[in-house]
């Protein structure tokens, strides 16, 4: 990998007046003129330039320039802990199920199964359902059916967000782990979902 050396244009006379090496900033200027300019991370362009109308306003300004970006990286590593531990949360196993909810003017449902999971990956198939009319026309309920294949496996990513353990069905729907609500002599019990097929 090649790394880049920094190239930053400093004009005659500027002094280094902060820096922070964690964070890359450099701020250059000439105190008796109360003009800075500064530098952070990696880029060679000054995030500023100014002229300022006092030292006072000129050492104001640089501080909240550095508390700034300090605050930005700790946003950055906060949500990056956040998706970390999300993720570490997003425990999946073989046999779970997923539901996609989906459709424009009806309610299509489909099933899915995890059939292996490697690392943040998961294989999943589509599985049937059990579906049946509630009284009235074109809706009922219907309950996934584990092991009910349908079609090849496909591989899929693993995501999370608070509780929600999901992956992504189509471009318009994600599918989402859904957990039983009973065992009953070894077999799960998942709540029934209300599906609409209007012509």
């Known amino acids: 990998?090649?790394?880049?050396?920094?190239?930053r244009f400093v004009p005659e006379g500027y002094v280094l007046l902060a820096q922070d090496e964690a964070l890359g900033i450099e701020v250059f200027g000439d105190p008796e003129r109360n003009v800075a300019?500064?530098?952070?991370g990696r880029r060679n362009r000054a995030d500023f330039a100014y002229r300022f109308n006092n030292a006072e306003r000129m050492n104001a300004y640089i501080?909240?320039?550095v508390a700034g970006i300090a605050a930005q990286r700790d946003r950055v590593a906060q949500r990056r802990a956040e998706r970390v531990a999300a993720n570490r949360n997003a425990v999946v196993n073989v046999g779970d199920i997923f539901q996609a909810m989906w459709g424009y003017d009806q309610t299509n449902i489909d099933y899915f199964q995890v059939v292996a999971v490697r690392g943040q990956m998961m294989d999943v198939r589509e599985i049937g359902c059990l579906s049946?009319?509630?009284g009235l026309p074109d809706q009922g309920v219907c309950v996934p059916a584990p092991n009910n294949f349908r079609g090849e496996a496909r591989r899929v990513r693993i995501q999370a967000s608070?509780?929600?353990v999901f992956f992504r069905f189509a471009s318009y729907a994600n599918a989402y782990r859904i957990n039983p609500v009973a065992v009953v002599a070894g077999v799960p019990i998942y709540e029934q979902a209300?599906?609409?097929?209007y012509a």
Do not use: D
């Open 1 to 7: 990998m090649r790394v880049q050396e920094r190239c």
């Open 37 to 40: 300019r500064g530098f952070s």
């Open 162 to 164: 608070g509780e929600s």
């Open 63 to 65: 501080a909240e320039y």
């Open 194 to 197: 209300n599906w609409t097929a």
């Open 132 to 134: 049946e009319g509630n």
